[in-house]
């Protein structure tokens, strides 16, 4: 059981938007910044999104992310089939003074 | 740019210590940031290990701290992991990764796959 909740899996067809949301409390996401990681198969993850909505160099701005009180959520816009994934959040818990993550969420492009 | 590339056994048995080397090319280790271990068992999500500080100072995963070691070798900016008395339940890919200090993690390396098996 994760410390983060997020959907297990989403769909959407090519050029369409998807969101995934990531749960958390203010031990963690309600008070601590919030990173997704996209994990292409058979590959590391890759940070896509870090300090809440801040997209790294080289990360296209169809991937933005935002929070608000103890939820965060990834948005995907014009969805192409190359962002088949599975997609993580992370943050630090304050309480169990340690990084969290959710438990994944695997993007199907139809 | 900055590389990690972890090494170690890809076979363990049981109630044995795993060791990995994650060597780190292109930045220091002592200069700055977090340096950290994070494994995912096979078909399943990310669960954080611990960290090494670039001011010498390590934390644990309080789930794991009873078996983790991290430590540095400076001079060749090589980070390791011991966990003791492995069980099937630590089979996983592990991956050492930089956190910034606001905890996100860039670059990571590739992984390296331990499988704990008699």
């Known amino acids: 059981q994760s410390v983060l909740t997020q959907p297990p899996s989403v769909s959407a067809a090519p050029g369409q938007t998807v969101i995934i949301s990531c749960s958390g409390s203010s031990s963690n996401v309600g008070n601590n910044f919030v990173s997704w990681y996209q994990q292409l198969p058979g590959t590391a993850p890759q940070v896509i999104i870090y300090d809440n909505n801040e997209r790294p160099l080289g990360i296209p701005d169809r991937f933005s992310g935002s929070k608000s009180g103890t939820s965060a959520t990834l948005g995907i816009t014009g969805l192409q089939t190359g962002d088949e994934a599975n997609y993580y959040c992370?943050?630090?818990?304050?309480?169990?003074?340690?990084?969290?993550f959710g438990g994944g969420t695997k993007l199907t492009v139809l | 740019q900055v590389q990690l590339q972890e090494s170690g056994p890809g076979l363990v048995r049981p109630s044995e210590t795993l060791s990995l080397i994650c060597a780190v090319s292109g930045y220091p280790i002592t200069a700055s940031y977090y340096w950290d271990w994070i494994r995912q068992p096979p078909g399943k999500g990310l669960e954080w290990i611990g960290s090494?500080?670039?001011?010498?100072?390590?934390h644990y995963n309080p789930a794991l701290k009873s078996r983790v070691t991290i430590s540095v070798d400076r001079p060749n900016d090589q980070l390791s992991l011991k966990l003791t008395s492995v069980t099937a339940a630590d089979t996983a890919v592990y991956y050492c990764?930089?956190?910034?200090?606001?905890?996100?993690?860039?670059?990571w390396g590739q992984g390296a796959l331990v499988t704990v098996s008699s």
């Open positions: 990764a930089r956190r910034s200090r606001t905890n996100w993690f860039d670059p």
């Open positions: 090494f500080h670039y001011s010498g100072s390590t």
């Open positions: 992370g943050t630090w818990d304050s309480t169990l003074s340690a990084v969290v």
